[in-house]
């Protein structure tokens, strides 16, 4: 049956490479995105590029993509923020809440 195929009305349209066209919430990019960075991440470690350089240079590379966005001014005032966020711990993984 014509239904049971990607692509149909259940589906929802597929772009030119079969996937699902349909628009992405904003929590579904969230997702998709942090899991190919995260991707990226475990295969730089395999081959040999070491946690601090991969995080360093992950840093500029997000930091720089704001500042083109968005300007020095707002990244500089958004980056004056993170400082209370990391000790509120909302950077660590697997803390224990008390």
Do not use: H, K
Not at 1 to 9: H, I, L, R, T, V
Not at 86 to 98: I, K
């Amino acid at each position: 049956m014509a239904e049971d195929f990607p692509g149909d009305a259940t589906f929802g349209p597929l772009d030119e490479d079969g996937y699902d066209a349909s628009p992405l919430t904003e929590s579904e990019q969230r997702r998709v995105a942090l899991q190919n960075i995260l991707d990226a991440w475990d295969e730089a470690l395999g081959e040999g590029v070491e946690a601090d350089v991969l995080a360093t240079t992950a840093i500029f590379a997000a930091l720089s993509d704001m500042v083109e966005a968005y300007g020095e001014d707002a990244v500089a005032e958004m980056a004056n923020g993170l400082a209370d966020r990391v000790r509120q711990g909302e950077f660590t993984l697997n803390r224990v809440l008390n």
